[in-house]
C-alpha cells in the first residue's frame, strides 16, 4: 500500500507542461500574453479540463468562470481540499505567475493519479478567473466574486480598453457556467506561487512558508502651484508644484524605512505642463502603502498625510489627497501553515517564514475558508517581466511541498 510519506512528484512531467502551455499566448521574448477569457485563455482553459479529465476529475465552472477539477476522496461527507492559483497573465507576463500554482496541484494530481493513492477527502484544483486585473480591473475579480467581496453583476460589467465586458467574454468563449459563485464548496485551500520578490534567493531558501498577505492602500496626490516662465521668473517667487511633489516623493520614501518591513511607493506621476521652459504647475501621483500588520499600517497612513501639508505649505502651494482603494491585511490559518511547516520538512528544503508582500486570490478566499500559500524562489525577484524565471528543481519543490501539505491536512480527516 501507499504511503503519503513516498509520493514524489515528477519535476520534469511539471516542467514539460509549463513550457508546452506557455505556447497558448507565447510571446518572442519568452514569456506569455494570455489575458483573461481571451482566445490564449480558452486554449489553456480547454487543455486544463482536458488533462484533469483523464484523472478521474469532474470539472465544473462557475457563473464567472472560476474552473473547479475534483478528484474523489473516501468520505463523501466532507468537502474537498483545495489547491489552486490562476492561469491568466499580464500583457508581458512570465511562464511562472500564476501558471505554477495550477499546474503544480496539476502534478500533485497526476501523482496521486500515478500511485492510486485515495485520500479522505476530495482534492480539487481551482483555476481562478482574472487574477491579473490587467485586462478587466480591478485584479482578484473573480475570486473576489467568490468570497462575496465582489458581486457577479458588477464582474460581468467590467470593461477592456476596447469597451469589451467580462461577461459577455465569458460567453464567447464557453466558459460562462452554470453554477452560482460561492456555490461549489471546499473546506481548505492552498496557493503554490513563485515569490515576486527577491528574498527567498537573497537568503538562499528554497521555501517560502507565507503566512499572511500584507494590508494595502491606495491613494491619489495632486499638488497645485502656478505656471510660469523658467526664465523671467525668480527662485523664489516660484509656485513649483514639481518641487514639492518631489519633496513629499522623499517623504513617502522615509515613511517605508520608518515602518520596516513596511513598503511606501510612488508609482506614477504626470508633471503638466511638461514643458522645458515652464515651472510646473500642477503633479499628480499615486502612493501605495503596505505593510503586514494593520496597526502599523495606520501609523504610516497618519505619518504620510501629515507630511504631505506641510510640504504644500513651505512651498505656497495647493493639495489634494484622497484614499483610493484598502485591501485589510490577511493572517493565514495557522493549521495549514503548519501543514506547510511539516511539507517542507519531510522534502529536506530549507524554508522561512513570510508575509507576501502581493495581492493573490488566497488573500480573498481567506474571507471564506482557511488558507495559505507557499512561495518559491524566482530569479532576481522578477514577476510581471517576461524574463520572470524559476528553476526546474525549485517549481518541483513548490508542488513537492504543496502535495506533502495537502496530504498532511488530509491525514487528520480519517
Known amino acids: 500500500m501507499t504511503s503519503k510519506t513516498n509520493l514524489t512528484i515528477n519535476p520534469q512531467r511539471l516542467w514539460d507542461s509549463l513550457m508546452g502551455t506557455a505556447k497558448f499566448g507565447g510571446t518572442p521574448k519568452g514569456g506569455i500574453k494570455r489575458l483573461t477569457v481571451s482566445d490564449e485563455d480558452r486554449q489553456v482553459r480547454d487543455w486544463f479540463k482536458a488533462e484533469c479529465e483523464t484523472l478521474g476529475c469532474t470539472v465544473e465552472v462557475d457563473e464567472v468562470g472560476n474552473m473547479f477539477a475534483t478528484r474523489p476522496g473516501k468520505r463523501k461527507d466532507i468537502a474537498p481540499i483545495a489547491m489552486g492559483s490562476h492561469l491568466d497573465t499580464q500583457p508581458t507576463g512570465g511562464k511562472f505567475d500564476g501558471v505554477l500554482g495550477v499546474l503544480g496541484a496539476l502534478e500533485a494530481m497526476r501523482t496521486l493519479a500515478d500511485m492510486g493513492y485515495e485520500t479522505n477527502a476530495p482534492i480539487m484544483i481551482v483555476n481562478w478567473t482574472n487574477e491579473e486585473g490587467s485586462r478587466f480591473a480591478p485584479a482578484m475579480l473573480c475570486s473576489g466574486v467568490y468570497a462575496g467581496v465582489f458581486t457577479t453583476g458588477f464582474a460581468y460589467s467590467r470593461e477592456d480598453?476596447?469597451?469589451?465586458?467580462?461577461?459577455?467574454?465569458?460567453?464567447?468563449?464557453?466558459?460562462?457556467?452554470?453554477?452560482?459563485?460561492?456555490?461549489?464548496?471546499?473546506?481548505?485551500?492552498?496557493?503554490?506561487?513563485?515569490?515576486?520578490?527577491?528574498?527567498?534567493?537573497?537568503?538562499?531558501?528554497?521555501?517560502?512558508?507565507?503566512?499572511?498577505?500584507?494590508?494595502?492602500?491606495?491613494?491619489?496626490?495632486?499638488?497645485?502651484?502656478?505656471?510660469?516662465?523658467?526664465?523671467?521668473?525668480?527662485?523664489?517667487?516660484?509656485?513649483?508644484?514639481?518641487?514639492?511633489?518631489?519633496?513629499?516623493?522623499?517623504?513617502?520614501?522615509?515613511?517605508?524605512?520608518?515602518?520596516?518591513?513596511?513598503?511606501?511607493?510612488?508609482?506614477?506621476?504626470?508633471?503638466?505642463?511638461?514643458?522645458?521652459?515652464?515651472?510646473?504647475?500642477?503633479?499628480?501621483?499615486?502612493?501605495?502603502?503596505?505593510h503586514p500588520d494593520e496597526k502599523v499600517l495606520d501609523k504610516m497612513e497618519a505619518e504620510y498625510q501629515a507630511a504631505l501639508p506641510k510640504i504644500a505649505a513651505g512651498l505656497g502651494l495647493d493639495l489634494e489627497e484622497k484614499r483610493i482603494w484598502i485591501s485589510p491585511a490577511v493572517k493565514f490559518a495557522p493549521n495549514l501553515i503548519e501543514c506547510v511547516r511539516e511539507g517542507a520538512k519531510q522534502a529536506g528544503l530549507t524554508m522561512r517564514e513570510m508575509a507576501s508582500g502581493a495581492g493573490h486570490d488566497a488573500a480573498y478566499i481567506a474571507r471564506v475558508a482557511p488558507t495559505t500559500m507557499i512561495f518559491v524562489p524566482c530569479l532576481g525577484g522578477i514577476s510581471h517581466n517576461e524574463a520572470e524565471s524559476t528553476t526546474l528543481e525549485e517549481c518541483g519543490a513548490g508542488s513537492q511541498v504543496l502535495l506533502n501539505a495537502v496530504l498532511a491536512y488530509d491525514g487528520k480527516l480519517a
Open 161 to 290: 480598453r476596447q469597451g469589451i465586458k467580462l461577461g459577455d467574454e465569458l460567453e464567447r468563449i464557453g466558459y460562462k457556467g452554470k453554477h452560482k459563485a460561492g456555490d461549489i464548496k471546499f473546506q481548505a485551500m492552498f496557493e503554490l506561487h513563485i515569490e515576486q520578490g527577491p528574498v527567498l534567493e537573497a537568503e538562499n531558501k528554497m521555501i517560502g512558508v507565507v503566512t499572511g498577505v500584507q494590508g494595502m492602500r491606495w491613494y491619489e496626490v495632486t499638488v497645485r502651484g502656478q505656471e510660469s516662465h523658467t526664465g523671467a521668473t525668480p527662485m523664489g517667487l516660484r509656485k513649483n508644484a514639481l518641487l514639492g511633489a518631489s519633496r513629499m516623493i522623499e517623504a513617502i520614501h522615509q515613511v517605508g524605512m520608518n515602518h520596516l518591513p513596511g513598503v511606501a511607493s510612488v508609482g506614477l506621476i504626470e508633471n503638466r505642463p511638461n514643458s522645458r521652459n515652464v515651472v510646473p504647475g500642477e503633479v499628480f501621483f499615486t502612493v501605495d502603502l503596505r
